[in-house]
C-alpha cells in the first residue's frame, strides 16, 4: 500500500466518526538520566519529525481524546494531562500538505488544543502506528527539524510547563517511587533551565507540604546516608487540583 | 421577527462563513470603584446571561477572532486578551438548546476556546446585538444566573487570571495612567482575593521592574504627597511577552 493510500484510508475513517477542524497535538516529555526528553514521530513519506497527534471523535469529550491519543501512543494510562494552548492561525499546514489530494481530511484547516504530559521514561514504550514509520525520545536540546509549527507547539508546551512548575508539583510520574532532594531538584533544574540554590529549592519543597519522609533502613556506610522522600499523594492531588501555595 | 427567526438568520450567516464546530467565549473584566466587574449579556428569549461569545471566520485565525469579537461587544481595540482554557465537554448546550430546530447552527457540538480580557471600565460602552436585549457589567461578587458552562468558563478564567497575575504585568489597561502604589495594591488584592502585605507587595512590584515614577509636582497639604508611578511601556510589553522575573 502506498503512503498516500494509507493516509486516504486514514481520512475516510476520520471522516465517518471525528468532528472536522478539531484536533490535538500532544507533548510528551520524559526525564532520563539527567536530561528531558520528548516523544517525536516521522510519519510515512515525511522528512521531518512532529508531536503525536490525532483527532476528537463526535462524542468525545476533549480531554477523552487526548488521553485516547497518548495512550495509543505510549500504552500509557493514569497520566497527568494538562492543556496548555490552541493553535488556530490558518495555514498551519498549508505547506507541509501541499502535494496532498484536496479532498484528504487532512487537509481541512484545524484548530488544535496542545496537552503536556509528564510520564516515566522508563515503562513507556513507543508504539509506531500504520501511518508512522518511527516513534522515539529526543532530547530537548537536540532537536531534529519539526514539521508544522510543531516547533511552536513544543516551545510553547515547554513554557507552560516552566510557568506551571510555580502551581502544580511534577515528579510523580518522572520519578521513582522514593527520591532524594537532590535527584527532585535536577528535575526542576532541567525544566527551567537553570541551576537552583539548594537550601531554598529544600525550603521551597518543605513549605509545599506534598513530601513524606521514607523510613528505608541505610545500609551501612562511611557517609551520611541519603535521606529518601515519597509524595503525599492525596496532597499532591490537591496540589494539582487547587494549586501549590502561593506567597504575594 | 420572533427571536428563533433572528438566530435562524444568524444561523445562515455562520453556515456561509465560519468554521463548523469551533467557538469562543470572552471573559472580559473591569475595574472599578474597588470593585471587579465583567461583561455579560442576555440574549433574547433567554432567561439567564452568558458570556460574550462567537464563532471564528473560516479564513480568520483564532486570536483575530477573539479581538472581533470583543472588538463588537464594546469598541475596544488594543486591548490584551490571553487564551486560558478550551471548553470541550459533549453536551455543552444540549440542555439550554433542547427546544431549538435540529437545523440551526448553534445546536451543533462546539469545542470553545475561552479568553480572557482586562479593560478600563470607564472607556467602554457594552454593545447589544441584534440578537442579545442586555449587555451590562456585573460585579464578579453578584453574579446572576449563567448559561450552559459559563459559570465553569468563568471560574476557570479567574482562576487563569489569578495565576498569571504572578508572571504577567497587569494594570495598563485598568488603571489611570498616573497611579499610587496603593492603587495598584487594591487592584491585586482584588483579582487574589485577599489582602497583601504591603511591605512586601511594594518590594516585589519593584523588583519586576516595570514601574517609573511620575514627576507630579504636589499640591501643598501637610500630609506628605502621594508617590505617582506609570508603567514603562516597553518593560511592561517585555513582560507581558517573556514572563516578569521570577525566583525559584
Given at each position: 500500500m502506498s503512503h498516500l493510500d494509507l493516509f486516504e484510508r486514514a481520512s475516510e475513517l476520520a471522516y465517518r466518526s471525528c468532528?472536522?477542524?478539531?484536533?490535538?497535538?500532544?507533548?510528551?516529555?520524559?526525564?532520563?538520566?539527567?536530561?528531558?526528553?520528548?516523544?517525536?514521530?516521522?510519519?510515512?513519506?515525511?522528512?521531518k519529525w512532529g508531536l503525536p497527534g490525532g483527532y476528537v471523535k463526535k462524542d468525545?469529550?476533549?480531554?477523552?481524546?487526548?488521553?485516547?491519543?497518548?495512550?495509543?501512543?505510549?500504552?500509557?494510562?493514569?497520566?497527568?494531562?494538562?492543556?496548555?494552548?490552541?493553535?488556530?492561525?490558518?495555514?498551519?499546514s498549508e505547506h507541509e500538505l501541499a502535494h496532498w489530494p484536496e479532498h484528504l481530511w487532512q487537509k481541512?484547516?484545524?484548530?488544535?488544543?496542545?496537552?503536556?504530559?509528564l510520564v516515566d521514561y522508563t515503562t513507556i514504550i513507543p508504539v509506531v502506528d500504520r501511518i508512522s514509520e518511527q516513534c522515539e525520545w529526543k532530547d530537548i536540546d537536540d532537536l531534529p527539524d519539526l514539521?508544522?509549527?510543531?516547533?511552536?507547539?513544543?516551545?510553547?508546551?515547554?513554557?507552560?510547563?516552566?510557568?506551571?512548575?510555580?502551581?502544580?508539583?511534577?515528579?510523580l510520574n518522572l520519578l521513582p517511587k522514593a527520591f532524594t532532594m537532590p535527584q527532585l531538584q535536577k528535575l526542576y533544574e532541567l525544566i527551567?533551565?537553570?541551576?537552583?540554590?539548594?537550601?531554598?529549592?529544600?525550603?521551597?519543597?518543605?513549605?509545599?507540604d506534598i513530601l513524606v519522609?521514607?523510613?528505608?533502613?541505610?545500609?551501612?556506610?562511611?557517609?551520611?546516608?541519603?535521606?529518601?522522600?515519597?509524595?503525599?499523594?492525596?496532597?499532591?492531588?490537591?496540589?494539582?487540583?487547587y494549586g501549590l501555595r502561593q506567597e504575594w
Amino acid at each position: 500500500m502506498s503512503h498516500l493510500d494509507l493516509f486516504e484510508r486514514a481520512s475516510e475513517l476520520a471522516y465517518r466518526s471525528c468532528l472536522p477542524h478539531v484536533s490535538i497535538d500532544c507533548a510528551v516529555f520524559g526525564f532520563h538520566e539527567s536530561s528531558l526528553k520528548v516523544l517525536l514521530l516521522k510519519m510515512k513519506g515525511f522528512d521531518k519529525w512532529g508531536l503525536p497527534g490525532g483527532y476528537v471523535k463526535k462524542d468525545e469529550n476533549l480531554d477523552a481524546a487526548a488521553y485516547r491519543i497518548l495512550k495509543a501512543r505510549t500504552g500509557a494510562s493514569n497520566i497527568y494531562l494538562e492543556q496548555f494552548r490552541v493553535f488556530g492561525q490558518t495555514g498551519r499546514s498549508e505547506h507541509e500538505l501541499a502535494h496532498w489530494p484536496e479532498h484528504l481530511w487532512q487537509k481541512q484547516r484545524f484548530i488544535s488544543t496542545g496537552y503536556y504530559a509528564l510520564v516515566d521514561y522508563t515503562t513507556i514504550i513507543p508504539v509506531v502506528d500504520r501511518i508512522s514509520e518511527q516513534c522515539e525520545w529526543k532530547d530537548i536540546d537536540d532537536l531534529p527539524d519539526l514539521m508544522m509549527d510543531h516547533q511552536d507547539i513544543l516551545h510553547s508546551a515547554l513554557t507552560a510547563l516552566r510557568r506551571n512548575i510555580h502551581y502544580s508539583p511534577i515528579g510523580l510520574n518522572l520519578l521513582p517511587k522514593a527520591f532524594t532532594m537532590p535527584q527532585l531538584q535536577k528535575l526542576y533544574e532541567l525544566i527551567l533551565g537553570k541551576k537552583l540554590h539548594r537550601g531554598n529549592f529544600q525550603r521551597k519543597m518543605h513549605g509545599f507540604d506534598i513530601l513524606v519522609k521514607e523510613d528505608i533502613v541505610p545500609v551501612k556506610t562511611s557517609h551520611r546516608p541519603p535521606i529518601y522522600y515519597s509524595f503525599d499523594i492525596e496532597k499532591y492531588n490537591n496540589a494539582l487540583k487547587y494549586g501549590l501555595r502561593q506567597e504575594w
